[in-house]
């Protein structure tokens, strides 16, 4: 799976998140694999990509009829983005609490239908002290992730309930074992164990209604790039660029967005973090060919698209 690394605190993250920090931008950066997404955080002005899979299970796609798709994925956030995490709290990032986080589906063109959102498959929500079951609906007032909650004790915003997410780490720090085989000596020698591989925030399926257009070849589906907010750069030497919108943490998600705070167990308090995201492709290829390191509006190559079966004269 492709690495996508900006200088850029990182999240869960979504869900997928799970930013706590990135390393430094490749000078020339790989074409993406997948429907990416652009995104800002609300810890910095820093950009990161981050490949959120669209799986899309269509029924047969006839010109100008009805048809239904089960639509599901995953918030990735890979090894690179979560090895950066690693610097954020002396003892480093083992676990996010995921607060909320959705993921619009689009269709681009070759049918009409409904944008349709999709969240987190389901979490048992926990206290973070003891891990004892809770209600959300019992939280104290304050920010989600970062309040305390009735059911948990001690009570206080240093205990929330929440939906904790590990990431997938290793405590196998001897010479020859798994992180030395990663080459994540450092993070060994930091914080006693290391980041293993990507993380998967699961995305509930949920079933999306369309129909068919009469003048398309295929339809194309992927993530919301029309009503996240981003705008379009006019002229210049980036001109095309997605000027993409500010995250905060205190407002509720746009159509993909994330909110996780990150956890440290042996150091107090957790890191609260806000994502929007926006699909999109690096900028320095076509279609917009920047001169800066950007996000560009990500071309029909690039999504999920299937053949509509035309009618036969």
């Known amino acids: ?79 690179d983005f979560l090895d950066a995490a690693q610097d954020t709290f002396p003892a480093g990032v083992e676990e996010v609490n995921l607060v909320e986080a959705k993921a619009t589906v689009r269709v681009r063109s070759g049918a009409t239908g409904d944008d349709v959102v999709l969240k987190p ?69 930091r914080n006693g164990f290391c980041i293993t591989g990507d993380l998967l925030v699961r995305l509930q399926e949920t079933t999306g209604t369309y129909t068919a257009a ?23 030497d980036n001109h095309g660029t997605w000027i993409l919108p500010e995250a905060a943490y205190e407002e509720p998600p746009g159509s993909n967005g994330i909110r996780v705070t990150a956890i440290s167990r042996e150091a107090p308090g957790s890191l609260p973090v806000g994502l929007e995201c926006t699909m999109g492709v690096p900028s320095r290829g076509p279609p917009c060919n920047s001169v800066d390191f950007l996000s560009c509006p990500t071309p029909d190559s690039e999504l999920v698209s299937f053949p509509i079966q035309m009618e036969a004269f």
Not at 29 to 49: I, K, L, Q, R, W
Not at 219 to 236: C, M, S, Y
């Open 214 to 236: 009469t003048d398309k070849t295929e339809v194309l589906f992927g993530w919301d790039d029309d009503g996240t907010g981003a705008t379009r750069q006019e002229g210049g």
């Open 121 to 189: 498959e389901p979490i048992a929500y926990e206290c973070l002290l003891g891990r004892d079951p809770c209600d959300p609906a019992n939280d104290l007032e304050g920010d989600a992730g970062l309040r305390g909650n009735t059911d948990c004790e001690p009570e206080g915003d240093f205990n929330p309930c929440g939906r904790f997410v590990s990431l997938p780490t290793s405590f196998d720090c001897a010479r020859e074992g798994v992180c030395a085989t990663r080459r994540k000596h450092a993070q060994c020698d």
């Open 1 to 79: 799976m492709g690495s996508w690394c900006r200088p850029f605190v990182l999240l869960v993250s979504l869900v997928m998140g799970l930013v706590l920090g990135c390393s430094q931008l490749p000078p020339e950066p790989e074409p993406p694999a997948g429907p990416f997404v652009a995104c800002t955080n609300s810890v910095d002005d820093a950009m990161a990509f981050l490949n959120w899979e669209l799986i899309v299970h269509p029924d047969s796609i006839a010109s100008g009829e009805p048809f239904t798709a089960t639509l599901g994925g995953n918030a990735v956030f890979d090894e």
